[in-house]
């Protein structure tokens, strides 16, 4: 499958060095700016938010391949956290909460899905009225009240570590290989790759589009209800605004990580270190108490740089 | 030339009476349902509420279904109003001028406009993804101007503009019908508008006439985020105050409001009446849920579900 990208392609490998070395840079730069950079905690910490991050935008990925977007990540997050920490309480019991947060993930996946599909709507606006109706909700549903105050068997799963090690790093990893895996040698990955450069080229040449279409939001849906139920059990609670500043980061790692908004280009490990690079300049401008106020406006700038950098890339590789 | 001009006729007008069904049905139902429901509704006073209320809507629609129409959309109008009124507030709570508050709101309107404009049309990025990049960025000026507070030493004058009258007539109702005939006569009487129909339609054609495409699709945004300053003035005399989450999320009523007026997301096909109409069954629908005392959060989701609804409705007609 020589079209497709993967490492021994040199203009992937160099995109993936070039963002590795951003990484690097950024780094070195904090911990020359602020001590309370490079100690252990720091570190362990930017990794466990990025992986957060990471959880969240890895469903988003496969959506963004195909030349999709999925607005509603974070209203979703919100939705789920919000169920499942009802669950838990209600029931006690953890399995019962798991269940919850993701299906409630892959139903809202799934309705997304449909509305694409089946009712052939741009999928910004389909998502972006998902948002909107899932925020209602839940804040109807919450009536205002916070939650908290969780199994400790749960909340290993966000605030737990594992040899020394923060448990959300572990599902990043496990969801990076696994996802990696999923995208390049399984024909599942192909095919979404396919549908994004060409969807015409992709029917004609016998992938069933719509499903694998429905399969991508649902399978966007479940991440974002596994990372709903990671950011429950870290933060200990739950309200009805829990997910709305989540959605701008995820689209913004996704973007930084390489994938193309206009689909067909990006892989796993990018998205990592986007979440990564992102995560880095928000917790950097925090260890140098910038106001909070401008992590918004820093994720919007990043959006738009990231593309308008694949764009002149792309155009430069196509002359 | 005369072509073109029969061509965004055609484009204008088309379906023209298929689409009053749709809008003005889903009006009528609207006020009809909530008139059964609650006494206060049909009220003169409630229905006068109910116009003031959506002349802010309707000054930001307007623009956004030329937006629409040329296949882009402004996700950041919402975040830009919010911002223009918090600089409007910023501005009277230290110079106490209201000329220079408006002017200095109408210019941020119209700057960030054009910037989202330039991005969108010079470097062909997808508008959604500029438009998100740049609500990100006003939302996070507005709080950082108000560092996250109220300002509320606007002064007296400024409520006028949203409770005053001239001969008789509400301000904010005058702001609306100037707004809609500036646009109207925009849209369907000058070369810009027939462009914009284009820009959406066809718009390798029209480069090909030898029309700077660019240029009037710049002015596309530019106009949206003008109209965005000048609707900051209504929200700022409405609240008399500056806050910075006033206007978070609005600019989905107005999609809502555009694409329940029968404007779609392809080929240059807008449809200005539909959208005031869609403006006015987006302020029925919230002021009668309101009156029934149901909580906003499920307002919002309602209009999300009116959405759906309509874009499930087009989706059907163009199957027929």
Redesign the interface.
């Known amino acids: 499958m020589p079209i497709f990208p993967n490492l021994k392609n040199s203009d992937e490998l160099s995109a993936l060095f070039y963002r590795l070395f951003v990484v690097i840079f950024i780094c070195i730069g904090l911990s020359f700016l602020s001590e309370a950079f490079l100690t252990v905690n720091n570190l362990l910490n930017v990794l466990r938010q990025a992986s957060l991050l990471f959880l969240m935008a890895s469903g988003l990925t496969l959506v963004i391949l195909t030349a999709g977007?999925d607005?509603s990540v974070g209203a979703n997050v919100g939705m789920s956290a919000c169920l499942a920490g009802t669950v838990l309480l209600a029931t006690g019991s953890t399995t019962l909460g798991f269940l919850t947060g993701i299906c409630c993930g892959a139903l809202i996946g799934l309705a997304n899905g449909l509305?694409v599909t089946l009712?052939?709507?741009?999928s910004?606006?389909?998502t972006?009225?998902?948002l909107?109706?899932l925020?209602?909700?839940?804040?109807?549903f919450m009536?205002g009240a916070t939650i908290n105050g969780f199994s400790k068997s749960f909340r290993m799963i966000g605030s737990g570590y594992w040899f020394g090690i923060p448990v959300p790093i572990y599902m990043m990893l496990f969801f990076l290989i696994s996802g990696s895996i999923f995208l390049r040698y399984t024909i599942f990955g192909q095919q979404i790759y396919a549908l994004g450069a060409n969807p015409v080229t992709a029917r004609l040449s016998g992938v069933p589009v719509t499903r694998r279409l429905l399969l991508v939001y649902i399978l966007s849906g479940i991440t974002a209800g596994l990372a709903s139920l990671v950011f429950l059990a870290r933060l200990n609670s739950a309200e009805?605004d829990i997910g709305e500043a989540l959605t701008?980061p995820a689209?913004a790692a996704v973007?930084i990580g390489g994938t193309s908004?206009?689909g067909g280009v990006g892989t796993m490990l990018g998205t990592l270190i986007g979440a990564l690079i992102l995560t880095l300049v928000l917790n950097g401008m925090n260890i140098l108490s910038i106001?909070g106020?401008?992590?918004?406006?820093?994720?919007?700038?990043i959006?738009?740089v990231s593309?308008?950098l694949d764009?002149i890339l792309r155009r430069k590789s196509v002359v | 030339m005369s072509n073109i001009h029969i061509l965004s006729k055609n484009l204008g007008y088309r379906n023209y009476f298929q689409r009053i069904p749709g809008v003005a049905m889903m009006l009528m139902v609207g006020i009809f349902f909530f008139g059964i429901l609650s006494k206060d509704f049909l009220s003169v006073s409630n229905l006068t509420n109910i116009g003031l209320q959506s002349s802010i809507l309707l000054l930001i629609s307007l623009p956004m279904t030329l937006v629409i129409m040329t296949e882009g959309i402004d996700m950041s109008i919402g975040a830009l109003l919010t911002f223009c009124g918090v600089v409007m507030a910023y501005t009277l709570s230290v110079t106490h001028s209201l000329p220079i508050a408006i002017c200095l709101a109408m210019c941020s309107g119209l700057l960030v406009g054009l910037i989202n404009g330039s991005i969108i049309v010079y470097w062909k990025l997808p508008p959604f993804v500029v438009t998100l990049g740049t609500l990100g960025i006003c939302q996070s000026l507005a709080l950082v101007v108000t560092d996250g507070q109220s300002i509320t030493d606007v002064g007296e004058i400024v409520q006028l503009a949203y409770n005053g009258k001239v001969g008789g007539v509400a301000i904010p109702l005058i702001f609306s019908v100037i707004a809609y005939f500036i646009t109207y006569f925009l849209l369907y009487q000058t070369r810009f508008g027939i462009y914009v129909c284009a820009i959406g339609g066809n718009r390798e054609s029209l480069n090909l006439a030898g029309v700077s495409t660019n240029f009037y699709h710049l002015a596309v945004y530019a106009f949206s985020g003008l109209m965005a300053g000048v609707a900051s003035i209504l929200l700022t005399a409405r609240m008399s105050a500056g806050h910075p989450t006033a206007a978070i999320g609005m600019e989905f009523d107005a999609i809502a409001a555009v694409v329940v007026g029968g404007t779609s997301f392809e080929k240059g096909n807008g449809w200005l009446l539909g959208t005031l109409l869609g403006v006015l069954t987006v302020g029925v629908l919230r002021n009668g849920l309101n009156l029934l005392g149901v909580p906003s959060s499920v307002q919002v989701a309602s209009i999300g579900l009116l959405v759906l609804v309509a874009l499930l409705i087009d989706s059907m007609k163009m199957k027929s």
Do not use: E, K, S
């Open positions: 977007i607005l509305l009712l052939r709507l741009p910004f606006i389909a972006y009225g998902m909107w109706i925020h209602g909700i839940t804040y109807y009536a009805g701008l689209i973007l908004l206009f106001d106020n401008l992590q918004a406006l820093v994720t919007g700038v959006i738009i593309v308008l764009l």
